[in-house]
């Protein structure tokens, strides 16, 4: 995955891990998969926001969604 979005593995394992835990504390995870590219350049940031999550960990999850979306 990390290879194929030329996105270093660390940075797709931070995002990851921040994925489940931070999106995971607040309400069920939705698959990557089950979201539309466009909505979730919407979603991430309002909730990432809404957490208080820096630019950074948006920036994380953001490359770790889109990637799993399309592995």
Do not use: F
Request: some cysteine; hydrophobic content about 40%.
């Amino acid at each position: 995955m990390a290879e194929a979005h030329g996105v270093r593995l660390e940075v797709l394992q931070r995002g990851h891990g921040l994925y489940l835990t931070q999106c995971g504390s607040c309400h069920e995870l939705i698959a990557p998969d089950q979201v539309e590219i466009s909505d979730w350049h919407l979603v991430v940031p309002g909730m990432c926001w809404n957490a208080g999550l820096t630019r950074g960990d948006e920036a994380l999850i953001l490359k770790y969604v889109l990637a799993a979306k399309s592995k």
